[in-house]
């Protein structure tokens, strides 16, 4: 299940089953929107990013949702594997050539 | 891919004393670098922004005069952090983006972080 505290929001899977990661973010004026997972002591790597004129990507057993209506953003990582237990961020970008904004990240736990 | 490389991976110091942290693109030219912190079990934060041969761009409650930062190439940007203190204890992360002639201007290629540990 998923909790919302003073912790990391988490999000426990069994393994082979799908995972669906969500992003809430703030400014309705986003016009690009990245996912990044991070490993434990590594920096960020990109998964999947996606433009506001569009409502879903699909990447590589990953695929990208966006709803500007309720600016929400979620990932879904089909048949979820051990090897996908990492924390994950959603960044959004406010305009063209600013920075991005990271939301507060999502650990995924892939249970055996 | 695009290669950003951080050095070093970890590093203690002591109070007091100052701390330089390399960002280096290996395999592109990075017109824009940003360097990023991260307290555990927490989000990236950005610090500033730098581009080459400017003076870097920082975010609003970031000491300018206790974080450095140099971007004197196209592929090396430096943090410095002088006087460090316990609470300077942290993750930090450095990206770097290519301008429109090279890789899409909205792709960010993050390092693999610096962990700074002063006692």
Redesign the interface.
Known sequence: GESVGL??PTLSVQEGDNSIINCAYSNSASD?F?W?KQES??????II?IRSNMDKRQGQRVTVLLNKTVKHLSLQIAATQPGDSAVY?CAE?LS??Q???????TRLSVLP | GAVVSQHPSRVICKSGTSVKIECRSLDFQATTMFWYRQFPKKSLMLMATSNEGSKATYEQGVEKDKFLINHASLTLSTLTVTSAHPEDSSFYICSARVGLAGVPDYEQYFGPGTRLTVT
């Open positions: 912790h990391l690009y990245i990044y002591g590594k920096g960020p790597q990109f990013d961020f970008r063209y050539g920075n991005f904004v990271f939301g507060p990240g």
